[in-house]
């Protein structure tokens, strides 16, 4: 089997890097900082310096991985940017990684991706999104307006890549501690509801992906609060939400 993950150099991508070569699979990871991999001595894995905004960079390094095999079988797009606060409150620059990574980014992957799946005829692609997209509030972050749509692009490809085949799992994640959640975070994450960690992550996501499934949303703990959230009237629920933000930025 061949993996490519793009944003695989730290995190959750890396953590299913090193799954997937527990199995003696093939596995291609990249970032737009290849030093960043903590271990890469591994003898089928191999690192790409790729930016997911460009296209022509996310194609030339499956194109470089793909060189000496005959098929992609799991494309992962695990490559994000985060800055938790509303519109306005985030600087430019900020707002633009995260527009240009999360949504060009994820569109780029799954064109990249569905080139070559569409002529194999099979391929499993995956994105992580996140649970704060499922919601549809007041006062959310633009980083949870960017998963949102990351759900609905993926929603998107999932429908025009059947007929060739090819699955798409949208995976939407709550509190998963990475070194990325901590440094966001101050290292204090007491205040993450229902957090888990990498590799019981890594186990929901690679089972996702092989049994096909087409939205997973975990912790279940997490995903049935969501669901419950989803039931009250939107006056209610922007309440509830803009006091729960408050609370987490200790306001
Ligand atoms: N951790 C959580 O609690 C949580 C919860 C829900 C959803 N998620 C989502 O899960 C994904 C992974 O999160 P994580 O916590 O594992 O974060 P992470 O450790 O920061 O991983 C992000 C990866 O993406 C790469 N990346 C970022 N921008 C890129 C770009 N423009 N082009 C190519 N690669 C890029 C990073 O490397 P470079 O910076 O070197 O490019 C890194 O390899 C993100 O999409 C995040 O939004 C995380």
């Known amino acids: 089997m061949n993996i490519f993950i793009a944003g695989g150099t730290t995190g959750i991508g890396y953590s299913l890097a090193k799954h997937y070569l527990s199995k ?3 596995v291609g990871i990249c970032g737009r900082n290849p030093a960043k991999v903590s271990e890469n001595n591994f003898e089928k894995l191999q690192i790409f310096q790729t930016d997911v905004c460009d296209l022509s960079s996310i194609s030339l390094a499956l194109q470089q991985f793909l060189a000496d095999k005959n098929s992609l079988n799991i494309f992962i797009n695990c490559a994000g940017s985060y800055a938790e606060d509303v519109a306005g409150n985030i600087s430019y620059e900020e707002a633009e990684e995260m527009l240009q990574t999360n949504i060009l980014g994820t569109v780029n992957c799954f064109e990249a991706a569905r080139k070559i799946m569409k002529n194999q005829k099979n391929g499993r692609i995956a994105v992580i999104a996140s649970v704060s997209g499922i919601l549809e509030y007041e006062n959310s972050s633009l980083y949870t307006k960017t998963k949102r ?3 609905q692009i993926a929603d998107a490809y999932h429908r025009a890549l059947q007929p ?5 799992t949208t995976i939407a994640p709550g509190y998963i501690d990475t070194q990325k959640l901590r440094a966001l975070n101050q290292n204090d994450l007491s205040k993450k509801p229902f957090l888990i960690n990498e590799e019981t992550a890594t186990i929901v996501i690679s089972e996702a992906i092989e049994n096909k499934r087409k939205l997973v949303i975990f912790p279940t703990k997490m995903k049935w609060m969501m669901k419950s959230l989803s039931l009250l009237p939107s006056s209610l629920l922007n309440i509830i939400m803009f006091r729960k933000a408050k609370w987490m930025k200790n306001d």
């Open 24 to 26: 003696g699979y093939w």
């Open 149 to 151: 749509s990351v759900i």
């Open 164 to 168: 060739f085949g090819i699955s798409v």
